[in-house]
């Protein structure tokens, strides 16, 4: 099975792009939810919301909807393993956890964030930390493009996050490797003028092409081979080009099933 949606949801900018112009900030993710049946939700990655946050969410979404967590800030960019704070993540996210919509938690690490024995152990104490809770591990750096890598990944039941990202060193390869459930893949867009924040401009401003779209479909397929559940997110935020890029992709492997 394979399933789409963006990364996030309450943006400004989508009004009148994808969300109706007179939409209340909180009628968003009821919307959403009529197009979609998963989303990633961001903004645990600053700061982590009260349990009521996630109970208030779940509640505007249908049985059969899903969520993907973004892991804080402190456990992927500042390096904390703090048993204290992913317990306090993990009690955050047990509304959508009871409710049986909780998939995973995505974990995005920085450019920075190279490979090297200090990082594999953070990994493996951040799998600790997460105990069972199925773990996504998205690496910005090129370093991690390495066979061992993928079975340490394997072997930790971390999933590993194929990635769509513009064609500069040091980056990701579009290269997709199952080494743990789900299947995941996320789309950046190709903005390489904007990537390095050089030109003031928003990194994520790309709208994708029918073509560029086309070119994942062989990858999708190979991965959804072996995984039993393989999940698509767009981060193309900008203006609502995460959900047109979505229903293309949607539209894409319809034509191509």
Same mark, same amino acid.
């Given at each position: 099975?394979?399933?789409?949606?963006?990364?996030?949801?309450?943006? @400004? /900018?989508?009004? #009148?792009? !994808?969300?109706?112009?007179?939409?209340?900030?909180?009628?968003?993710?009821?919307?959403? +939810? *009529?197009? =979609?049946?998963?989303?990633?939700?961001?903004?645990?990655?600053?700061?982590?919301?009260?349990?009521?946050? !996630?109970?208030?969410?779940?509640?505007?979404?249908?049985?059969?909807?899903?969520?993907?967590?973004? +892991?804080?800030?402190?456990?992927?960019?500042?390096?904390?393993?703090?048993?204290?704070?992913?317990?306090? !993540?993990? @009690?955050s996210c047990r509304p959508l956890i009871e409710a049986g919509k909780f998939r995973g938690i995505l974990a995005q690490f920085a450019w920075g964030f190279k490979h090297g024995e200090k990082n594999l152990d953070h990994? *493996?104490?951040? %799998?600790?930390? =997460?105990? /069972?809770? &199925? $773990?996504?591990?998205?690496?910005?750096?090129?370093?991690?493009?390495?066979?061992?890598?993928?079975?340490?990944?394997?072997?930790? %039941?971390?999933?590993?996050?194929?990635? /769509?990202? &513009?064609? $500069?060193?040091?980056? $990701?390869?579009?290269?997709?490797?199952?080494?743990?459930? &789900?299947?995941?893949? %996320?789309?950046? #867009?190709?903005?390489?003028?904007?990537?390095? #924040?050089?030109?003031?401009?928003?990194?994520?401003?790309?709208?994708?092409?029918?073509?560029?779209?086309?070119?994942?479909?062989?990858?999708? +397929?190979?991965? +959804?081979?072996?995984?039993?559940?393989?999940?698509?997110?767009?981060?193309?935020?900008?203006a609502g080009q995460a959900a047109r890029s979505a229903k293309l992709m949607e539209r894409l492997l319809s034509l191509e099933t």
């Amino acid at each position: 099975m394979i399933r789409i949606g963006t990364s996030g949801y309450s943006f @400004d /900018d989508w009004v #009148g792009n !994808f969300y109706p112009s007179n939409i209340r900030k909180g009628d968003m993710l009821s919307h959403y +939810a *009529k197009q =979609f049946k998963v989303v990633e939700v961001n903004s645990s990655y600053y700061r982590i919301p009260h349990p009521a946050v !996630f109970h208030q969410m779940e509640k505007k979404t249908g049985p059969d909807f899903e969520f993907f967590v973004k +892991a804080n800030k402190t456990m992927t960019h500042e390096g904390s393993t703090d048993r204290a704070l992913y317990q306090k !993540f993990m @009690d955050s996210c047990r509304p959508l956890i009871e409710a049986g919509k909780f998939r995973g938690i995505l974990a995005q690490f920085a450019w920075g964030f190279k490979h090297g024995e200090k990082n594999l152990d953070h990994l *493996k104490r951040m %799998r600790e930390n =997460f105990a /069972d809770t &199925p $773990l996504v591990v998205e690496f910005r750096n090129d370093s991690w493009m390495k066979d061992e890598v993928f079975s340490f990944l394997e072997a930790e %039941r971390i999933s590993f996050c194929a990635v /769509d990202e &513009p064609n $500069l060193k040091g980056l $990701l390869p579009p290269v997709v490797k199952f080494t743990a459930e &789900p299947g995941y893949v %996320r789309f950046h #867009g190709r903005n390489a003028k904007n990537w390095w #924040g050089r030109s003031g401009g928003d990194r994520y401003d790309y709208d994708y092409s029918e073509k560029e779209l086309e070119e994942w479909l062989g990858k999708i +397929a190979e991965l +959804a081979e072996k995984a039993r559940k393989t999940y698509l997110f767009f981060n193309n935020c900008h203006a609502g080009q995460a959900a047109r890029s979505a229903k293309l992709m949607e539209r894409l492997l319809s034509l191509e099933t």
